[in-house]
């Protein structure tokens, strides 16, 4: 027995061993048929063996200009950028940017002002202390502040980007939002709407409480928008609010061209955008071409696109702030559509259908010893617990 053993295990190794050879010798041919190159490969002219005889640069200046000659030569790798191209034109287009003009101070100034204030802080006893303790606190609303000045429109913007909210609703455009929206369902502070971040229908129930900074005597437009939730067009929208006219900033005195309707994204389709835009207008606009029916429960009426509604007033209002946030379908959503919108609720998931049990029996015949499991709520047990 001990021989045999010893002969199977050096059989199954030089079977392994022929396998493994025989799987490299195949995956080697196959490298080897692979297609010649189009053309002459980079540094194929150099004589390796004679690396002495290169002429050398010598300077970073004489090589960058070399390199600059060599990078515009025609060359036969080249070719990805231009078929990409060319089956799609907008690919790297200079999108255009349609917001307000940011005014910004010098960077002295910026710098003498920072400098000034760091000289202040040090003179402060009170802060030094405080510091030193471990009891200084952050004025967190004035970090908000600052960020807002500074980096908060940059940063927003790239978030933007990052959602796809300029390629949907403003192709090939784009804008700084340089005005802070700050929106707000309820009283709770947790549902806010800020740069993406997920609300639930149940919260977006009702219309927001919607502030910001506005000078007086300017005009303000607002749109609240979806660019996933149409059922029909996927190029489409769907309009949810629409406020114009807005008198410094106060929502309450504006123009209500279209009331609000809570978010109904579909069951299966997963997190939908909803995009708040704020227009400063030139001055009063005459919207009655889009004025929708009020109620408007139809979502015929409520078929929107944004970018068509900016060329139409792109005369006489500019892009100027944002926010945004996701939502997916809960329990409310069937609501809105059976009674806000009296249509049937698509569905765009299996749902499953409870489990079925057959009637339960006070003595059942040949059943196992937890029968009555199947009859229990799901709520947590409490048997057996004194």
């Not at 196959?30 to 050398?56: A, S, W, Y």
């Not at 710098?111 to 402060?124: A, D, I, P, Y």
Request: glycine residues 4%.
């Amino acid at each position: 027995m001990a021989l045999r053993s010893v002969f199977v295990r050096v059989s199954r190794k030089l079977y392994d061993f022929r396998v493994n050879n025989a799987r490299t010798f195949v995956t080697t041919a196959f490298l080897c048929r692979r297609k010649p190159p189009l053309g002459p490969m980079p540094n194929e002219d150099i004589d390796v063996q004679n690396i002495d005889t290169i002429e050398k640069y010598r300077t970073y200046n004489r090589y960058f200009k070399h390199a600059q000659v060599a990078n515009s030569k025609p060359v036969w790798w080249h070719t990805y950028r231009g078929y990409m191209e060319k089956e799609d034109p907008e690919l790297g287009v200079t999108r255009v940017d349609i917001g307000l003009r940011r005014y910004r101070l010098p960077r002295t100034h910026e710098v003498r002002e920072r400098s000034q204030v760091m000289k202040t802080n040090k003179k402060n006893v009170e802060l030094e202390r405080s510091c030193r303790l471990r009891t200084f606190k952050i004025n967190l609303d004035a970090v908000q502040e600052t960020w807002e000045k500074s980096n908060g429109p940059f940063q927003i913007r790239r978030l933007a980007d990052h959602y796809g909210i300029y390629r949907d609703l403003f192709p090939m455009a784009f804008f700084l939002p340089q005005i802070p929206l700050r929106i707000r369902y309820g009283e709770e502070t947790s549902a806010q709407v800020h740069y993406g971040n997920p609300l639930t229908p149940t919260e977006a129930a009702s219309a927001p409480s919607v502030s910001f900074n506005a000078d007086e005597g300017t005009l303000w437009t607002l749109l609240l928008t979806s660019p996933d939730e149409h059922l029909l067009d996927n190029e489409a929208e769907y309009l949810h609010w629409l406020v114009a006219n807005i008198p410094d900033g106060a929502l309450q005195s504006g123009e209500e061209l279209c009331h609000y309707l809570p978010p109904f994204p579909a069951r299966g389709t997963g997190f939908h955008r909803y995009v708040y835009i704020l227009f400063q207008q030139e001055g009063p606009i005459n919207f009655q071409e889009d004025r929708r029916p009020s109620p408007c429960h139809l979502l015929e009426h409520r078929t929107f696109k944004t970018v068509d509604f900016y060329r139409k007033h792109q005369d006489s209002m500019t892009p100027a702030g944002l926010a945004f946030f996701q939502s997916q379908w809960d329990e409310s959503v069937t609501t809105t559509f059976h009674n806000t919108l009296d249509m049937a609720e698509p569905v765009f998931e299996f749902i499953r259908p409870p489990v079925y049990h057959p009637p339960q029996v006070k003595f059942p015949h040949r059943q196992p010893l937890r029968y009555l499991d199947r009859y229990r709520d799901g709520k947590e047990q409490t048997y057996g617990i004194y």
